[in-house]
T-cell receptor
Framework: SAVISQKPSRDICQRGTSLTIQCQVD?????MFWYRQQPGQSLTLIAT?????????ESGFVIDKFPISRPNLTFSTLTVSNMSPEDSSIYLC???????????FGAGTRLSVL | TQLLEQSPQFLSIQEGENLTVYCNSS?????LQWYRQEPGEGPVLLVT?????EVKKLKRLTFQFGDARKDSSLHITAAQPGDTGLYLC????????????FGTGTRLKVLA
């Protein structure tokens, strides 16, 4: 198993500002993912964080808006840039071992943009 | 675009009743996971099914993967209030990129 620490757990931000969310894992993992979830709804994959290379973004998400870093196999950050109220959501990071068919999640970051 | 549709979207039942949640797609997945999520927490993995036709049991929960690996079901026997939560299926796709596609979700409430 893997233990994931996500910071901050929640934040209230002003429109036009940026927030960086951190994801720390207690062991080295191959795959790290960032998701967005509206309260009570399902998860939408934002991107796969690749160690040592640029993240792979899903349709509808771009690097300028959601820059991602992954400097090593235990840490990643997601920045929500130039925020608007539409960015209010829960952001979750997860990790998986390739071929393990198991995915572990952090508790999420609840973001409110005023 | 790969989609996983879950039904029903919402379900409110009395304690002791049985229920089934369905997860359907037109795409084939390498494996399929079921998660339960409670408010303020991340999803927690319940089970992974890998082989077409596979059936797995976890106490009162029974999971089945369709023969063609395009669909799955979750059956709960004698539901308890502790089963309340958001149930999510997620298909693993390895064609092109390695990633999980999440279903639309089923919110279950079990009344005492």
């Amino acid at each position: 198993s893997a233990v994931i620490s996500q910071k901050p757990s929640r934040d209230i931000c002003q429109r036009g500002t940026s927030l960086t969310i951190q994801c720390q894992v207690d062991s080295q993992v191959t795959m790290m993912f960032w998701y967005r979830q509206q309260p009570g709804q399902s998860l939408t994959l934002i991107a796969t964080a690749n160690q040592g290379s640029e993240a792979t973004y899903e349709s509808g998400f771009v690097i300028d808006k959601f820059p991602i870093s992954r400097p090593n196999l235990t840490f990643s950050t997601l920045t929500v840039s130039n925020m608007s109220p539409e960015d209010s959501s829960i952001y979750l990071c997860s990790v998986a071992g390739q071929g393990q068919n198991i995915q572990y999640f952090g508790a999420g970051t609840r973001l409110s943009v005023l | 675009t790969q989609l996983l549709e879950q039904s029903p979207q919402f379900l409110s039942i009395q304690e002791g009743e049985n229920l089934t949640v369905y997860c359907n797609s037109s795409s084939v997945f390498s494996s399929l996971q079921w998660y339960r999520q409670e408010p303020g927490e991340g999803p927690v993995l319940l089970v992974t099914v890998v082989t077409g036709g596979e059936v797995k049991k976890l106490k009162r929960l029974t999971f089945q993967f369709g023969d063609a690996r395009k669909d799955s079901s979750l059956h709960i026997t004698a539901a308890q209030p502790g089963d309340t939560g958001l149930y999510l299926c997620a298909g693993l796709t390895t064609s092109g990129t390695y990633k999980y596609i999440f279903g639309t979700g089923t919110r279950l409430k079990v009344l005492a």
